[in-house]
């Protein structure tokens, strides 16, 4: 079930079971609003403080998947979940009261490409039933982590993503003939930097990572872009994205029609000001639970390659004036029956 | 192969293959000086900042644990790693060259367990022939990170730790009748949270923890404490401990002969002034590639559970008034042959 370098092909593909997203009140005015299973209008969840509001979004995320897929909480044998923040605050609070063994886990924003990794070959190899993988961001928690205080009203280069309040939850069962969409395989990303350093154009810092992961997931199956009917990032955003179609042309690959990127879709850039697009691991977290699975379950798409990718910013290692290494892993979903 | 609630046991138990543990200078002069590979004098590791320190210590860690064991980088599948840092800095930064496939994980200082139960369960699996399960922290980014700066010379309260300038690295690898020690078995930790938050005591806040864990694992396997030779918890230190050894007491468990922990064996609390002991995931880490993995290979002990406990200490957090959940992963190990 090894495939190639950093490959693996599942014999008995796991299936998404059950998905949930929940969003916030900027992402349910975008392209996508009607297809969130909640849009909440207060950017607080109820909490008192900014992380405290995105522990309750997961919190209620992985609720909501497991209430949509009439499962029971104790039969979820494993949560994989992260979001942004330093010491995955938002996930360690918000998972408390699941009471879910926990892999906690940091890949920037491809971290429900992590998690979905990690939670196919945990359900694939009979470790698990039920596992939930889950991602969330929060723009108020990730502009005071990474950026500036909201209140100073900075301005923003046009190059510049908009970290998605949002969050997205999938149940993944062994598996069976039925669900929202089978996970045949994966392709698990390493570190890539090519000494890149403006925090204010992640997209960029990501493109070779994004390019990186899925040369190989090529290389590793034997395939090129016509095998799959989308390939679709996490949060390169239009930049970003640019720059990984030109990569991929010096490859002889030709993506112009088979790939978007979760960030490009999220926002209506022409009304929403949000420059680049959107980013933060709930941008492709989200993105994947309300837009990408449906299309998959109705057969819209038969192959999708969903490659959430992550940029590892922080402001110590920026201030240091290191450069921002990207990362991205790669999921193959495909259309059951 | 699931057992219980959260514990696997592993038909064909993985193989600890090679270790390698290089620590700082103060750690070198502790009761473990000997035992490290390599006790670095620079806290510098040659670099311009303490993070690209704590980079280049898990960059040569993992190299070490390469050429110990007599292997191909290649042939090195994955990467389980992770430190304490915001946005895993010093893993990201640390991993770039190794270009190995990279799982990032976040356990604040149980990371090595929580690296080690998702190494033996990919491996055990047949998804990869050799994995590198690897933890670092360093004094410096620590406590810049979480406390004051260190030109500061803050007091520290007796209940405080001192972190563990340190990693440690082991290769995993599919069965086989020789090897350091096989891993037998996992039991994975859940976030605890008792509304702990003194952040100046955190073995207080990882007791618990380490208790559900430890519970759990007794639980799921239908053992007790006389199972095991010895059960080694991560850095709960002095206080943590004798919290620790209460609850069980209240379960009628007694672990006063049985039980020990890497942040009391790394320090002489009367000569270095460490206090209640080292702490950071670079404690347990390199206690294990140092300390605990030759007695099992020697025979000295049979069969530990090593059980990284972990403090989900935030400044945000903190500051915010939150208490301090904790998490704890245990591992067993057993002597081969």
């Known amino acids: 079930m090894q495939i190639g370098k950093a490959s693996i092909k599942f014999e008995e593909p796991p299936v998404i079971e059950s998905m949930a997203s929940i969003v916030g009140k900027k992402e349910g005015e975008g392209p996508l609003g009607k297809l969130f299973d909640v849009v909440e209008q207060d950017d607080m969840f109820g909490a008192d403080t900014w992380e405290q509001a995105e522990s309750a979004l997961q919190k209620q995320t992985a609720d909501l998947a497991i209430e949509k897929g009439d499962i029971r909480k104790k039969d979820i044998r494993y949560l994989f979940a992260g979001d942004l923040l330093g010491q995955l605050i938002a996930t360690s609070f918000g998972t408390v009261d699941l009471e879910i063994p926990l892999f906690g ?35 108020a928690t990730a502009e005071k982590q990474f950026r500036f205080p909201l209140a100073y009203g900075n301005q923003r280069p046009f190059s510049a993503t908009w970290t998605v309040t949002g969050c997205g939850a999938v149940v993944v069962s062994k598996h069976k003939s039925e669900g929202i969409a089978a996970i045949t395989g994966i392709t698990t990303g390493r570190m890539v930097d090519m000494g890149y350093k403006d925090s204010m154009n992640m997209g960029a810092a990501m493109a070779p990572a994004a390019f990186h992961t899925i040369e190989q997931n090529f290389e590793d199956f034997g395939v090129d872009e016509s095998y799959y009917d989308k390939i679709i990032t996490g949060d390169l955003g239009e930049i970003g994205r640019t720059i990984l179609l030109d990569f991929m042309k010096n490859k002889d690959h030709v993506l112009e029609e088979v790939h978007t990127d979760c ?39 038969k192959r999708v390659l969903f490659v959430p990718t992550g940029a590892l910013l922080s ?18 979903l495909e259309h059951i029956g």
């Open 105 to 139: 886990l940091y890949g920037a924003c491809s971290t429900m490409g992590e998690a979905l990794n990690l939670g196919a070959m945990t359900v694939a190899a009979g470790y698990a039933d039920k596992i939930i993988a889950m991602a969330s961001s929060h723009f």
């Open 315 to 332: 402001t110590v290692s920026f201030n240091e004036g290191q450069p921002i290494p990207g990362i991205a892993h790669a999921v193959m």
């Open 263 to 301: 960030g490009i879709e999220i926002y209506d850039q022409e009304t929403q000001d949000t420059h680049a697009g959107g980013s933060g691991c709930g941008c492709a977290a989200s993105t994947l639970c309300s837009y990408i699975l449906p299309k998959i379950k109705d057969g819209t798409w």
